[in-house]
């Protein structure tokens, strides 16, 4: 199936379809040492330990503005809590989303912590090394969550993690996935 992808210089952020304000997400996350996580009320409030390496998250935004569009949605993983820096990648995703027509409130009000992912994205040890992004308004958090499931180089880490709004087994998982992968992946992930 041919798709309209375009990337950042850098290769960084990845856009499938070129019109939308609605969509499907993927973040690739950097952790830079093992930790354990409290993510929010999930399992009780049990910290979940979580490995130095790489992690995918899987989301959507499916508003077409406000918070739950996916340039805000995007940008809102991208801010952290308090004083604490931005992700690096915040300021490249501002030029790429304006570049791209990809909507997204320029001084958002402060962050909190609402989903199971905030509480991973909001630490310092934590860095959104990546995002791919489809902008078709379909909700396609279930197919990419089971394709991305069937991989070898991918892990589920607590059932149910990051997927309390959904019946996917896990939206967050742990990857061995090379650079290779990544981009055999933005191929390989179904789109309708």
Not at 35 to 59: D, H, N, R, T
Not at 66 to 82: D, F, I, P
Not at 136 to 149: D, R, V
């Amino acid at each position: 199936m041919d798709r309209d992808v375009t990337s950042n210089a850098s290769e960084t952020i990845t856009a499938i379809g070129d019109k939308g304000q609605a969509g499907t997400y993927l973040l690739h996350i950097a952790l830079d040492q093992d930790i354990m996580v409290k993510f929010g009320q999930f399992q009780g409030g049990e910290p979940v330990a979580l490995a130095a390496g790489s992690y995918l998250y899987v989301g959507s935004a499916l508003g077409k503005s406000g918070s739950s569009s996916l340039g805000n949605r995007l940008q809102r993983h991208l801010l952290r809590t308090g004083m604490k820096p931005d992700h690096q990648l915040s300021s490249v995703f501002r030029l790429y989303a304006s570049n791209i027509g990809l909507h997204y409130v320029d001084n958002p009000s402060p962050k909190t912590l609402f989903w199971n992912i905030d509480y991973l994205v909001d630490l310092q040890q934590a860095e959104v090394s990546r995002i791919l992004f489809d902008r078709s308004g379909q909700n396609l958090e279930s197919a990419w969550t089971e394709f991305i499931i069937k991989q070898d180089y991918s892990e589920i880490i607590r059932k149910g993690l990051g997927a309390h709004d959904s019946d996917d087994k896990t939206h967050l998982f742990f990857t061995s996935m090379s650079n290779d992968q990544w981009n055999e992946l933005i191929l390989q992930l179904p789109v309708q």
